[in-house]
Nanobody, 120 residues
Framework: QVQLVESGGGLVQTGGSLRLSCAAH????????MGWYRQAPGKQRELVAV???????TYTDSVKGRFTISRDVAKNTVYLQMNSLKPEDTAVYYC??????????????WGLGTQVTVSS
């Protein structure tokens, strides 16, 4: 089992910045990718950014140039630096880990979510 602990959400004004962190704990064997998703009220959960084991990053178009995903492999932690925040970035942000266990079982794990609110 892998547990994810998120932190860094909060309330910020338009144009401000926040940094989200997500640390993975537990029986970690091989993390294939770590990412961030978000879900705004009344909308489906969407991918924000993902970083693979090899360091390849992918972003949804609406955050390109504003958000940066990074990771600390030694700490099994992923970060999301969010700059130039807009009211439409308001959502609950969820950490996601794509993990393979020592017996080759692949599973996705989710954090409980952290609220990001951007005021206009």
């Amino acid at each position: 089992q892998v547990q994810l602990v998120e932190s860094g959400g909060g309330l910020v004004q338009t144009g401000g910045s926040l940094r989200l962190s997500c640390a993975a704990h537990g029986r970690i064997f091989s993390i294939d990718a770590m990412g961030w998703y978000r879900q705004a009220p009344g909308k489906q959960r969407e991918l924000v950014a993902v970083i693979t084991f090899g360091g390849t990053t992918t972003y949804t178009d609406s955050v390109k140039g504003r958000f940066t995903i990074s990771r600390d492999v030694a700490k099994n932690t992923v970060y999301l630096q969010m700059n130039s925040l807009k009211p439409e970035d308001t959502a609950v942000y969820y950490c996601n880990v794509d993990h393979t266990s020592s017996d080759a079982v692949r599973a996705l794990y989710w954090g409980l979510g952290t609220q990001v609110t951007v005021s206009s």
